[in-house]
């Protein structure tokens, strides 16, 4: 949840909260409560299924990369300050395009 919308994009001084778990009921907000902007769920539908999660900002801010497997690149070069990984699958990163590096 993030105080912003487009998940706090460029405003990276703003409230976010995230929560994770298996049929999870939240009782409270916390601090952020009342100032919801904007909501997304990281991952496949199926919180099991093995995705790489990058995001622009620091606490899953921003705009997002994700992948559900193999991608010899990434749309953006030396994109993300913060990941979710989903799944149990080990992901290997390469510095350069192609597997490399």
Same mark, same amino acid.
């Given at each position: 949840m993030y105080e912003d919308p487009s998940f706090n994009r460029g405003q990276y001084n703003k409230q976010v909260s995230y929560a994770w778990g298996k049929n999870l009921k939240l009782k409270d907000l916390g601090k952020i409560g009342g100032k919801v902007s904007s909501i997304r769920y990281s991952g496949? #539908?199926?919180f *099991?299924?093995?995705s790489i999660n990058f995001y #622009? &900002? /620091?606490g899953f801010m921003g705009i997002e990369q994700y992948f559900f497997? *193999? /991608?010899p690149s990434m749309d953006y070069d030396n994109f993300g300050k913060s990941i979710i990984l989903t &799944?149990?699958?080990p992901w290997t990163l390469y510095e350069k395009k192609n597997y490399s590096g």
């Open positions: 496949d #539908e199926s *099991d299924t093995n #622009e &900002g /620091a497997k *193999d /991608a &799944g149990c699958k």
